[in-house]
Each structure stands twice: as structure tokens, then as C-alpha cells.
């Protein structure tokens, strides 16, 4: 199995700045990707950012351009994002994200979320 630990979360006042950090361990071996989603409180869980595991691709979603950037440290099996200019609809449970292929098919594994709340 995956296990993915993520930390850095916190509280911050809009312009600041974060840094999220996810650490992978166990059966990582065949993994396509890394990244992060988030989930803001009454909607659904959406797509911020991913990194290929070779670390040469990375996508993010239109909102977060210019001002997140994803990272990854291969020798420690680490994600990063850096998160700048936050504002207060970046407020979310922010989940890290590895995608492996098992058998052929595509698998995601989660890790439990750090909260990140921007005040106005």
C-alpha cells in the first residue's frame, strides 16, 4: 500500500504565504503522479496542482497560475506546494494525491488533509 502524510497547513492572512509538504511511503514504485487537491466547505473536492514523478511536467488549475507552484524532492519521495498571494476563497482541506498503475489500471491514494484558512 500508499500512505501519503501531509503538513504545513495552518492559519494565514490573505497575501501570505504557505508551504505544504507530502511524504510518501510503502509501494510507491509505478507512480504516474503527485499532487494536490482541496475542499472547500459545501463543495466538492477539486484538482490544484500535479507533478509527473519524473518531476519534468506539472499542471495546475486556472485560479492557482502564478501563485502556487508544485514541487517534488525524488531522493526523499516528497511533494511540495508553495502557496503565495493566498486569498480567502483559498480556504480548504488541502489532500495530497499519488497516482500508481496496479495491474494495468490506475490507482489514487490519499493522504487526510491539513486545513488552510486565509483571513481577510
Known amino acids: 500500500q500508499v500512505q501519503l502524510v501531509e503538513s504545513g497547513g495552518g492559519l494565514v492572512q490573505a497575501g501570505g504565504s504557505l508551504r505544504l509538504s507530502c511524504v510518501a511511503s510503502?509501494?510507491?514504485?509505478?507512480?504516474?503522479?503527485m499532487g494536490w487537491f482541496r475542499q472547500a466547505p459545501g463543495k466538492e473536492r477539486e484538482f490544484v496542482a500535479t507533478?509527473?514523478?519524473?518531476?519534468?511536467?506539472?499542471y495546475y488549475v486556472d485560479s492557482v497560475k502564478g501563485r502556487f507552484t508544485i514541487s517534488r524532492d525524488n531522493a526523499k519521495n516528497t511533494v511540495y506546494l508553495q502557496m503565495n498571494s493566498l486569498k480567502p476563497e483559498d480556504t480548504a482541506v488541502y489532500y495530497c494525491?499519488?497516482?500508481?498503475?496496479?495491474?494495468?489500471?490506475?490507482?489514487?491514494?490519499w493522504g487526510e488533509g491539513t486545513q488552510v484558512t486565509v483571513s481577510s
Open positions: 494525491n499519488l497516482k500508481r498503475v496496479v495491474a494495468g489500471v490506475a490507482n489514487s491514494y
Open positions: 510503502g509501494r510507491t514504485f509505478s507512480s504516474l503522479s
Open positions: 507533478i509527473s514523478w519524473s518531476g519534468d511536467s506539472t
